[in-house]
Antibody
Framework: EVQLLESGGDLVQPGGSLRLSCAAS????????MAWVRQAPGKGLEWISS????????EHADSVRGRLTISRDNSKNTLYLQMNSLRIEDTGVYFC????????????????WGQGTLVTVSS | DIQMTQSPSSLSASIGDRVTITCRAS??????LAWYQQKPGKVPKLLIY???TLQLGVPSRFGGSGSGTDFTLTISSLQPEDVATYYC?????????FGPGTKVDIK
């Protein structure tokens, strides 16, 4: 059974840092691209970052580029999101998501999502 | 970057009604479009990929169509358990943008 378990969410002050983790199990983690998607309170879904299976190619949304960085450790089956220079508008639930195909662009959407971890940026 | 829009932003319909939600991409994305359902307080669920292919286990009252820039999600007969917000998402290339969502409830 595929499982994605996020952790690391917390209350942090503006300008602070946080690292989110997503522990994956039940599938060949190293074979799949992965993504982070966030949802501000009462708002819609926002894709923020993706990484390929080998960890060599990353993509980030303009809203987070240079501040939030995706990475992975395939030996630990874990996806990360390093969050620096946090802003109030980064507040929200952060989901990790697995594409149905090895690559997101292979064309079958995200079929598994974690339960999410809450990040609150406030003074 | 390609922008995704959805209409309407919300709708109310009666049980048994046919419901149609539209998603539009600012540039052509072929059929690289997915639809998700998110119930209040829950995780998004993949409904449709490839614009029209139903994900395994999704009820057949859900259907998708379209290609290029214009796409449609249809619920043929609205049920109480369909109360949710529906999002489209492009995935032909990054950024993998979501539409703003359409909230569906029961009249």
């Amino acid at each position: 059974e595929v499982q994605l378990l996020e952790s690391g969410g917390d209350l942090v002050q503006p300008g602070g840092s946080l690292r989110l983790s997503c522990a994956a199990s039940g599938f060949s983690f190293r074979s799949y691209s992965m993504a982070w998607v966030r949802q501000a309170p009462g708002k819609g879904l926002e894709w923020i970052s993706s990484i390929d299976g080998g960890g060599d190619k990353t993509e980030h949304a303009d809203s987070v580029r240079g501040r939030l960085t995706i990475s992975r450790d395939n030996s630990k089956n874990t996806l990360y999101l390093q969050m620096n220079s946090l802003r109030i508008e980064d507040t929200g639930v952060y989901f990790c998501a697995k594409p149905s195909s090895y690559m997101i662009t292979s064309g079958r959407g995200f079929d598994y999502w974690g339960q999410g971890t809450l990040v609150t940026v406030s003074s | 970057d390609i922008q995704m829009t959805q209409s309407p932003s919300s709708l109310s319909a009666s049980i048994g009604d046919r419901v149609t939600i539209t998603c539009r991409a600012s540039q052509g994305i072929s059929n690289y479009l997915a639809w998700y359902q998110q119930k209040p307080g829950k995780v998004p669920k993949l409904l449709i990929y490839g614009a029209s292919t139903l994900q395994l286990g999704v009820p057949s009252r859900f259907g998708g169509s379209g290609s290029g820039t214009d796409f449609t999600l249809t619920i043929s007969s609205l049920q109480p358990e369909d109360v949710a917000t529906y999002y489209c998402q492009k995935y032909n290339s990054g950024p993998f943008t979501f539409g703003p969502g359409t909230k569906v409830d029961i009249k």
